[in-house]
T-cell receptor, first 115, second 113 residues
Framework: DQQVKQNSPSLSVQEGRISILNCDYTNSMFDYFLWYKKYPAEGPTFLISISSIKDKNEDGRFTVFLNKSAKHLSLHIVPSQPGDSAVYFCAASAGYGGSQGNLIFGKGTKLSVKP | EPEVTQTPSHQVTQMGQEVILRCVPISNHLYFYWYRQILGQKVEFLVSFYNNEISEKSEIFDDQFSVERPDGSNFTLKIRSTKLEDSAMYFC???????????FGEGSRLTVL
């Protein structure tokens, strides 16, 4: 039962180019979405989030887009840097009126940014 | 920068033994969580804790699991009788506000033999 799907296990991008990581979800009750970055031997680190009342949120080089009708969100990293190489997890929550911090994670996409 | 700390970083135990994983959340945070990640699989929610009681738990969090905040700083996860399938990386997390950003610790790797 995969409520949050990241269909690409890996992605390789050249430094300076755009990285686009995709995430699909099935539960229409999800109203809060987050991206976490994880380096080996470390815990996930929060990157950026978006609530369902928005369709875009931007923070520096990172932009998250939400398409509620398609139940799809994406993370854009522009420009990509070698230090961005990590596993990126999409997570969702039925927060408001739903669970309290019960984040449902996708399986992750391993991003490799090559110099 | 404040951070969530977890101990031990790695624990090896025999099946059937009790294990306690410890976490020190960020000091002004009020909400605490345990997640786990089995090797090669996704990060899974176990339990959330607020105001000295469990707020929510997943179906993974059965009677073998318990959480406790024994003092003002520690937050522990106890597994009473470990099974092979409990082998995983266990992440503690905390947040300042409800639905706030979760700060994760570096994880405790549990290996059950």
């Amino acid at each position: 039962d995969q409520q949050v799907k990241q269909n690409s296990p890996s992605l390789s991008v050249q430094e300076g180019r755009i990285s686009i990581l995709n995430c699909d979800y099935t539960n229409s009750m999800f109203d809060y979405f987050l991206w976490y970055k994880k380096y080996p031997a470390e815990g996930p680190t929060f990157l950026i989030s978006i609530s369902s009342i928005k369709d875009k949120n931007e923070d520096g080089r990172f932009t998250v887009f939400l398409n509620k009708s398609a139940k799809h969100l994406s993370l854009h990293i522009v420009p990509s840097q070698p230090g961005d190489s990590a596993v990126y997890f999409c997570a969702a929550s039925a927060g408001y009126g739903g669970s309290q911090g019960n984040l449902i994670f996708g399986k992750g996409t391993k991003l490799s940014v090559k110099p | 920068e404040p951070e969530v700390t977890q101990t031990p970083s790695h624990q090896v135990t025999q099946m059937g033994q009790e294990v306690i994983l410890r976490c020190v959340p960020i000091s002004n945070h009020l909400y605490f969580y345990w997640y786990r990640q089995i090797l090669g699989q996704k990060v899974e929610f176990l339990v959330s804790f607020y105001n000295n009681e469990i707020s929510e738990k997943s179906e993974i969090f059965d009677d073998q699991f318990s959480v406790e905040r024994p003092d003002g700083s520690n937050f522990t996860l106890k597994i009473r009788s470990t099974k092979l399938e409990d082998s995983a990386m266990y992440f503690c997390a905390s947040s300042e506000i409800l639905y706030g950003e979760l700060f994760f610790g570096e994880g405790s790797r549990l290996t059950v033999l």
